[in-house]
């Protein structure tokens, strides 16, 4: 796999973009190829990419749960931590009005 740059002109294909994991489609022979200056790039044969796809559904599959959990538990994390934090001595709440 030879390394390719964006805004390199390259044949039609698949392309790895390394800095985001993406594949890039080429559809025409004489495409550039997009991204910013310092993106890297991998020709990716077809065969290959046809064998990766459902191994990579099948991860996909197997942590989507595990990813569910770990946001719920950041964002409740984040609320006790929200709750638990002390309030800065001039931010202090005003005192309710006296019932008449």
């Known amino acids: 796999m030879a390394k390719q740059y964006a805004g390199d002109t390259v044949k039609a ?18 495409e550039t190829l997009p991204g910013h200056a310092g993106d ?3 020709r990716v044969p077809a065969l290959l990419l046809l064998g ?22 950041q964002h409740a994390l984040r609320a006790a ?14 005192p309710q009005e006296r019932e008449r």
């Open 52 to 73: 990766l796809a459902p191994i990579m559904g099948a991860l996909f599959v197997m942590f989507l749960p595990f990813i569910g959990i770990a946001i719920v538990l």
């Open 13 to 30: 294909g698949f392309y790895w973009r390394t800095a985001q994991w993406q594949i890039v489609t080429i559809a025409e022979d004489g």
């Open 81 to 94: 931590a929200r709750a638990l934090r002390p309030v800065p001595a001039g931010l202090e709440p005003l």
């Open 40 to 42: 890297n790039y991998y």
